[in-house]
Every structure is written in structure tokens, then in C-alpha cells.
């Protein structure tokens, strides 16, 4: 079983809502990641946590703030965001481990900023 | 830096084979991904290469070459849900973490 599941599938907010993105697996893997997707664009790295612990934070704004409670959930949360953040939000998991650790990706979350 | 270079798109008819060429110029290299992505949806994984050589997956094949900074993908027997964009990435050397750097994608139309 390869799966990651985000909620909610779609999501729009205004500029002074809080809200929050989530993502799951169950494959016992070590390592998350939260991904941002612009149209006919790769995804850019956001945020990776290993072991739980914040990893890697590619100078994201601070209206972003991830959350790793326990070693299966992720989660993103949104306040104050702007419309050009309104894009596909991945999450992705893998193995932590120097040669094994392809990165498997979930179905996304639509985030429209108003 | 990291540079990784891909076409933007391709057309191929049904039936046919495509080849996507993948040139990266990375400052470590400790693998490369080929993943598949329909309009709207996940990136999904087809095929990891870290040595030299063809690694073959039913219709889909990639190839590693490191000293060129080369790789491709293979698309046999094109399908038209093939029609989707191809995205290449490259792992730096493991003390950057798992991090993936990702080419532009190739968006792949399959004709009747």
C-alpha cells in the first residue's frame, strides 16, 4: 500500500481565515513533506519533517506553519494567506534512508485564496 | 545551483514510443525520479535509477547515464492515458536530506 490521503480534496478562504491542511499515512514512513504546485509548474518544496522534527524550511512565509503531531499525520496550517498562494497543496511521505526513499505523494489539496 | 532540463511537450501518436530526455547539472546527485502527473492530480512514481544503465518497468523504461548528466524515459505502446505530464527529478547527495529537485515536466499528448 503506497497511499497518502489529504483533506479537504478543495478548500477556499479568505484572506483572514485560519485554516488547516491535512495529510496521512500509514506506511510507516519516517519522512513528510509538504509540497506547493502552481499551474503547468513542478511542485516547489515547502517543508520536511524526519522523525517528526522540522528538517528543511525553504524560507517559507510564516503565514505557513506545519505541524507534525505524531509520525503518520501532517499537518499545514493557514492564516492571513494572499491570493497568489492559492494553488495545489501536495503532501508526501518516504523511508528515511539513503537509498530507498522514493517519495510518494497525495492527491492534493485545491486551495483558492478570495 | 541545481539545472535540470526536460522539453516542455510532446505529441506522439497511440501505439507509438516516446522518449523524454531529462540533462541535469545538480551539485550532488544520489539518484533520479521519473513520476507521472495528470492534469490536477498527484505526481505518481514510475521508476528510480541511481547506477548506470536501463531499468525496464512493463511499457516504461528509463535510462542513467551519470557521467553525461543524462537520463530518459522510455514510453512504449503509448496509451492514450498516457497523455499526462512527465516530471524528472534529481536527488543531491544525501546531506541534503530528501530533497528533490524537479525539472520543468514534459507534457506528453497522445493522438489517436
Known amino acids: 500500500d503506497t497511499e497518502v490521503t489529504q483533506t479537504p480534496k478543495h478548500l477556499v478562504m479568505g484572506m483572514t481565515n485560519k485554516k488547516s491542511l491535512k495529510c496521512e499515512q500509514h506506511m510507516g514512513h519516517r519522512a513528510m513533506y509538504w509540497y506547493k504546485q502552481k499551474a503547468k509548474k513542478p511542485p516547489e518544496l515547502m517543508f520536511v519533517?524526519?522523525?517528526?522534527?522540522?528538517?528543511i524550511n525553504e524560507s517559507v512565509p510564516s503565514r505557513f506553519s506545519p505541524e507534525c503531531p505524531n509520525s503518520s499525520l501532517l499537518n499545514l496550517h493557514l492564516h492571513a494567506l494572499q491570493p497568489e498562494d492559492s494553488a495545489l497543496y501536495l503532501c508526501?511521505?518516504?523511508?528515511?534512508?539513503?537509498?530507498?526513499?522514493?517519495?510518494?505523494f497525495g492527491p492534493g489539496t485545491r486551495l483558492t485564496v478570495l | 545551483g541545481q539545472n535540470i532540463d526536460q522539453p516542455t511537450e510532446m505529441t506522439a501518436t497511440e501505439g507509438a514510443i516516446v522518449q523524454i530526455n531529462c540533462t541535469y547539472q545538480?551539485?550532488?546527485?544520489?539518484?533520479l525520479f521519473w513520476y507521472q502527473q495528470h492534469a490536477g492530480e498527484a505526481p505518481t512514481f514510475l521508476s528510480y535509477n541511481v547506477l548506470d544503465g536501463l531499468e525496464e518497468k512493463g511499457r516504461f523504461s528509463s535510462f542513467l547515464s551519470r557521467s553525461k548528466g543524462y537520463s530518459y524515459l522510455l514510453l512504449k505502446e503509448l496509451q492514450m492515458k498516457d497523455s499526462a505530464s512527465y516530471l524528472c527529478a534529481v536527488r543531491p547527495y544525501k546531506a541534503a536530506g530528501n530533497k528533490l529537485t524537479f525539472g520543468g515536466g514534459t507534457r506528453v499528448l497522445v493522438k489517436p
Open positions: 519533517y524526519s522523525y517528526e522534527k522540522l528538517s
Open positions: 508526501a511521505s518516504s523511508q528515511e534512508g539513503p537509498y530507498t526513499d522514493t517519495q510518494y
Open positions: 545538480t551539485s550532488g546527485f544520489n539518484g
